[in-house]
C-alpha cells in the first residue's frame, strides 16, 4: 500500500487529487498540508512512503521541506509538483533528494503514473521536461548550475548575510565563502558587486 501526503497551498488542487485517488486500491492519503511546516508535522506522526509537494508554499518551502524529509526519512520518496518548469527549479528540488518532478498542467491519470513509478523506487519526469539538461553537483557548473552548497550561500546571501555570518552558519571558512562567491558569479554570468545579491533576491520570490 502506498501510503501518500499531499502538501500544495492551493486547496483545489488537493481535493482533485484526492477525488481522483480515492478508488485506487492500491494508495492510501494519510495526511494533507497546506504548508511545508504542516507536511513536515504529518510526515512525524503519520509516515507516509510518498509525498507530493509543491515548491512554493507558506512557512517553509517545498525544497527545504524536501531536505528534511529525506534527512529524518530517507526512504520516503518526494515528488514535486509545481507550476516552474526551470531547469533550476528542478535542480534544486532533485538536489534536496526528489525522486520525481511533475507540472502541474498534468493530467491526473499522470500524476497517479508518477506517484506509482516513484513509490517503486524509479525516478519519474514530466514529459515536458527537458532531462538532458539536468546535471550533477560535478557538472552542473558547466552548465550554469550551480551545486547544493552555492545554493545554501546564495540563500543566505538572500537574507543579507555577510561572508562572515555564512561562514559561521555552515561551519566552513570565510575564505572558502569569497572563493564560492566568485565562482557562483563566473557560472551565472554576473558582473559588479551587487549583481549576486539581486540575483539572490530575484530566485529566492521566483520559487518560494
Known sequence: MIRLAIAEDHQSLIDGIKLH????????IVGTANDGEALLDII?????????????MPKVDGIEATRCIKKTHPDIKVL??????????????LDAGASGY??????LEEVLHAIRTIAKGDTYFDANINTNALQSDD??????????????ILELIALGKTSREIA????IGIHTVDTHRKNMARI????????????ALEKKYKFK
Open 102 to 107: 511533475i507540472l502541474k498542467n498534468s493530467s
Open 44 to 56: 512525524e506522526k503519520k509516515q507516509p512512503s510518498v509525498v507530493i509537494t509543491d515548491i512554493r
Open 21 to 28: 485517488l480515492e478508488f485506487e486500491d492500491d494508495i492510501s
Open 139 to 152: 557538472t552542473s557548473k558547466k552548465k550554469g548550475l550551480l551545486t547544493k552548497r552555492q545554493i545554501e
Open 168 to 171: 559561521d552558519e555552515l561551519f
Open 188 to 199: 551565472l554570468g554576473l558582473k559588479g558587486k551587487g549583481e549576486l545579491m539581486r540575483y
Open 80 to 93: 514535486a509538483f509545481s507550476m516552474f518548469d526551470q531547469i533550476e527549479a528542478i535542480q534544486q528540488m
